[in-house]
């Protein structure tokens, strides 16, 4: 087969540039050919023939190496972490020296006595590693280590073997025989003592966590932990060994099933396993279409579009869209078509591609689409009432205008309203009561205590006002009678040093009380002028709380009207 | 770095796998064979018998002596058939032979200071006197079984340290070490020696000791079988060792041999014939008797309605020619011997009525089958994932297989692993291997029991230390 062909088969082009080259290159090394008669070389035809190098040396003899031969002496090492500074002997290399002038009787001598300088230490000692366990005396066991089914002696045991098998459980487990003492124990290896009590495993372990969370927090308080040591402290204290026996029973059925169990196992964790992959797809489907139902109505919305300045205005809106991608607030609060269009984007592509449908068809009509980001009723997830209770969610049956507030600005509202002289009475009560004018925690137990108390400050306040402003109606009420006595005793000729402004004011106060009986408020206002200051504080609330009670009412259910109308304008905003 | 150059021998081996030799020695006594040699060496440079001869007053060891046909010469083994010593003296003795043959004797000394160029007797005395402590400069790393008993222990560490001088000792159990040497810490240990097989589960290198099974189906216990078989063969196999054979001429298969028998002055002793007899018997275990490698036991009917037998039957044989020149086929016979160890009722009666019948209990997978139902569950599928097997018993051809389907038919749920080594010698000597890898790790010499500590603890530290 020629190379023709090949190309022909591949599809190339019949004639390549390269062939010219490629003779070439199978003539040149022809020629460089030596030592070899032509007529054999012509034997190989177009490939020229193999000529392999013969070796006669097996291996290149190592370069002769100039220096000397490493040494190596056996040197002694100690370990750090024994005791008994046990010294033992390795092959070590021997550091250079330069090279001693000296015979080999002074070298020898020099070596001996270099040995018994320095004596290293083993890398190896810091591979001696012991776990710690916890420690306690007589006085803190008694404290905090008392049990029932565990004697101290027993306890120490345990905590020995702990130490011993350095917290291998199964190991300690197989190793446990603890021995009560009694003052003669036979200690023979084979004689057999019985264990007064038999402990799995679990009861080991849970005695063992018992203790040592008990210590750590006798040696440090809860608060002070750092994470990790209060991660163990929770695992310590969440072990559970019924838990765990049962686990382990479990474990154990597993294990002794047959061959036939084992299958039908198999069989069914491969069943669920489609029907788990199966259920994935429908409701990934099932979302979709969720999605798709839930995309806004664009009937209302497509008049605008039909004429191509409508078109046009579309275009500038998806380029600003487009524009502003990164920031919500940079679209404004009046809910404009991309307002979910920023943040969405980042998230997974099936909300951006949702989103950005929604962009194209909803246009300006901005609350569908805040309605539409909300993935719908069944994404949302059904809330027990204890987590109701936890997260305070209620639901409550009155209606709510204003959509959502913080639950502060709820509870200040009552006292935002009342005139500044009022807020300061209210803050003064409450302060008098220890209590800070704004919730620390408003929650909606305290939310709805709050609301009360501020209620029954403001009943107190107001007939604070009422009764003040009684007892100044009888103080008035009996100036005028001592005028009017004085007048009769004047009339019946008795002398009375009285001085003139005292009169006029007598007069004016008489005034003044018939404009109360008319329920007059401005000539109420004018009376409180002229009484003490307090008085004069008071005046909306006295006008409001005075015995004739319904102008009160009145006010106040005005007042309530006036911030619902505002609350409305603001919601419609 | 040092990963990527390769290794040259001035680089230290601490840099590669964490390993510090210290020329510690390494011991591991068994009851057919004692194996010693240089920790961090790959095998054991010194293998001895451990029968010993007996002449008179003079005691040899070695294969060298034991095996001369001589008249008084009586043949003993220290050890008892658990493996545990009986004759401390003269197992002291065989131990020291093993360590002094082979690895410590040609001790070189300066010689200008050895006494052999001046000959002053004082010297001499003092050589003597060196000799005496043979390993005063090797740590010993001795093995035991996990049987063992604590006096055995503390006798060991007694010899150690008092009559060769060590400077650290450290007694480890052969089962651990065979999980070593296969690089494991967490291992079932399936340990088939000459005298005792045994079965046990050891956890970050500590034996768990409610998990230990021993039997004495092993390997001398399948000679003995062999020895039934050959009584009840038609025709009888008449077991003369070599030693009984002046010359022999070849016989066709089956029939009786023509051998010309050694004429003997006074006959060599019985026990020597049975170590003789033993040695033809184990030629015939490595070469002949096979294991049913399953799925089911030997007698069992498999799918296709006839019994595994009777498949063997359908195949080759296999010849074996006794000393004697006697040969004949072994066919479904080489696997009934070694049956007993998987199926106690395929077992053959034993030739010596006095024999208690082997249990089901005792054979190999329900030794196991206790022994992991012993562990804590958590540790049962770590270890069925784990199985070693060792010793040189369980080189007979088949046996892995064997027991891995006995395995897997045990427990269908996990799944099972055997940890064999394919080379015969890293299964006979895998407790010899993990112990000259544990003594020569780094690690490790923060445990030895320095003489020091002997000297202040006694000998009892050895129960308190080697766990």
Redesign the interface.
């Known amino acids: 087969m020629s190379s023709h062909d090949v190309r022909d088969m591949l599809d190339l082009p019949g004639t390549a540039g390269p062939r010219p080259a490629k003779k070439q290159k199978i003539a040149a090394p022809r020629s460089t050919l030596k030592g070899l008669a032509r007529e054999v070389q012509s034997l190989g035809g177009d490939n020229p023939i193999a000529i392999v190098p013969e070796i006669s040396v097996f291996k290149k003899r190592r370069l002769a190496n100039r220096k000397p031969a490493a040494k190596w002496e056996y040197r002694p090492f100690r370990n750090s972490v024994r005791s008994d500074g046990l010294i033992l002997r390795h092959w070590r290399r021997k550091p250079e020296v330069p090279p001693a002038p000296a015979g080999e009787v002074g070298r020898e001598n020099e070596a001996d006595s270099q040995v018994e300088e320095p004596i290293d230490d083993t890398i190896f000692a810091k591979f001696n590693v012991q776990v710690q366990v916890p420690e306690y005396n007589d006085e803190q066991y008694n404290a905090y280590l008392q049990n029932e089914h565990w004697t101290k002696d027993e306890t120490d045991y345990l905590m020995g073997l702990a130490q011993e098998y350095d917290l291998r459980w199964p190991v300690i487990w197989d190793r446990y025989e603890y021995v009560s003492p009694i003052p003669d124990v036979e200690e023979g290896d084979d004689a057999i003592i019985p264990a007064p009590k038999v402990r799995s495993l679990e009861d080991l372990k849970a005695r063992y966590y018992k203790v040592a969370a008990a210590m750590m927090i006798v040696h440090k308080p809860q608060d002070r932990m750092i994470s990790s040591e209060f991660a163990l402290y929770e695992t310590m204290l969440a072990f559970n060994p019924a838990q765990e026996t049962a686990r382990k029973k479990f474990a154990e059925n597993a294990f002794q099933r047959t061959r036939e169990e084992a299958k039908e196992e198999e069989s069914l964790l491969l069943e669920l396993k489609r029907i788990l992959a199966r259920s994935e797809k429908l409701n990934e489907e099932r979302r979709e279409l969720y999605a798709r139902l839930e995309a806004p109505p664009s009937s209302g919305n497509i008049g605008i579009y039909s004429s191509s300045q409508g078109l046009q205005s579309l275009l500038q809106q998806l380029m600003t869209v487009d524009k502003s991608k990164k920031r919500r607030s940079l679209i404004g609060p009046d809910g404009a078509s991309p307002a979910s269009a920023g943040p969405n984007s980042l998230q997974q592509g099936f909300d951006r591609r949702d989103s950005s449908m929604r962009e194209s068809i909803s246009g300006p009509s901005g609350s569908a689409v805040k309605k539409g980001a909300g993935q719908g009723p069944t994404e949302r997830r059904q809330l027990t009432e204890d987590e109701e209770r936890t997260y305070g969610v209620s639901h409550p049956t009155d209606r709510i205008t204003s959509g959502p507030f913080f639950r502060y600005e709820k509870l200040s509202k009552p006292i935002s309203l009342k005139s500044t002289a009022q807020q300061a009475k209210i803050t003064n009560t409450l302060n008098e009561l220890g209590l800070p004018p704004r919730l620390i925690m408003p929650t909606v137990e305290t939310g709805t205590s709050y609301e009360v108390l501020l209620e029954s400050i403001v009943k107190m306040l107001q007939f604070r006002a009422v009764s003040e402003k009684l007892s100044g109606e009888i103080a008035v009420a009996k100036a005028h009678k001592a005028e009017r006595e004085k007048r009769e005793r004047a009339a019946r000729g008795e002398p009375e040093p009285e001085p003139e402004a005292e009169k006029t004011n007598e007069e004016e106060a008489g005034g003044e009380r018939d404009a109360a009986a008319d329920a007059d408020p401005e000539a109420q206002e004018d009376m409180d002028g002229e009484g003490d200051v307090k008085i004069e504080e008071e005046q909306e609330k006295s006008a409001a709380l005075s015995t004739r009670g319904g102008s009160a009412h009145k006010r106040s259910a005005s007042v309530l009207s006036t911030v619902s109308d505002k609350s409305t304008k603001r919601q419609k905003k | 770095m040092a990963s990527q150059q390769p290794m040259t021998?001035?680089m230290?081996p601490?840099d590669v796998y964490?390993g510090?030799?210290?020329?510690a020695i390494v011991l591991d006594p068994g009851y057919s064979s004692i194996r010693a040699g240089f920790a961090g060496e790959d095998l054991p440079k010194s293998f001895v018998n451990s029968f010993y001869g007996v002449q008179g007053e003079k005691v040899v060891f070695g294969d060298d002596f034991i095996h001369n046909p001589l008249a008084n010469l009586e043949i003993r083994n220290p050890m008892s058939k658990e493996g545990l010593v009986e004759d401390w003296d003269t197992s002291t003795r065989l131990w020291e032979y093993a360590i002094t043959s082979r690895l410590t004797t040609f001790k070189q000394a300066d010689p200008r200071t050895n006494g052999l160029n001046d000959d002053t007797k004082d010297i001499l005395v003092e050589a003597v006197d060196e000799n005496e402590k043979a390993l005063e400069?090797h740590?010993l790393l001795l093995t035991e079984t996990a049987w063992n008993?604590?006096?055995n222990r503390e006798k060991s560490i007694e010899i150690a340290m008092e009559s060769w001088g060590c400077?650290?000792f450290w007694l480890a159990r052969n089962s651990v070490l065979a999980a070593f040497g296969s690089g494991k810490a967490t291992a079932l240990i399936v340990d088939v020696g000459a005298s005792t097989a045994s079965v046990m589960c050891v956890?970050?290198g500590?034996i768990?000791?409610?998990?230990i099974q021993r039997s004495p189906l092993a390997g001398n216990w399948v000679s003995s079988q062999l020895r039934s078989l050959f009584s009840t063969v038609e025709p009888k196999v008449d077991l003369s060792p070599h030693y009984t054979i002046a010359s022999k001429t070849q016989v066709d298969a089956g029939a009786p041999s023509q051998a010309v028998y050694r004429k003997f002055d006074t006959e060599p002793s019985e026990s020597f014939r049975a170590l003789e007899e033993e040695r033809v018997l184990t030629e015939f275990k490595e070469s002949v008797v096979q294991v049913w490698g399953g799925p089911g036991k030997l007698n069992a009917t498999n799918q296709s309605g006839t019994t595994n037998a009777d498949y063997i039957r359908s195949q080759p044989g296999r010849v074996f020619e006794f000393p004697d020149g006697a040969n004949r086929m072994w066919g479904v016979e080489r696997f009934s011997a070694s049956e007993g160890l998987f199926d106690a009722s395929a077992a053959l009666p034993s030739l010596n009525s006095a024999d208690p019948p082997i249990q089901k209990s005792q054979t190999i997978p329900d030794m196991l089958r206790t022994s992991i139902n012993a562990?804590?569950?958590?540790?049962?599928?770590t270890l069925l994932q784990n199985i070693v097997v060792a010793g040189g018993s369980s080189l007979l051809n088949g046996f892995n297989d064997r027991l891995h389907n006995e395995v897997s038919?045990m427990?269908?749920?996990?799944r099972v692993k055997i940890h064999a080594p394919g080379l015969t010698a890293e299964r006979r000597f895998g407790s010899w291997i993990g112990g000259s890898i544990l003594g020569s790790l780094?690690?490790f010499?923060?445990m030895?029991i320095?003489?020091?500590?002997y000297d202040?603890f006694g000998a009892s530290i050895v129960e308190k230390r080697c766990?």
């Open positions: 021998s001035s230290q601490t964490g510090d030799e210290v020329s400069e740590p008993s604590a006096k400077p650290a956890h970050d500590l768990l000791k409610k998990s562990v804590d569950v958590d540790l049962r599928p038919a427990f269908p749920g996990a780094g690690t010499h923060q030895w320095s003489k020091k500590e202040e766990k």
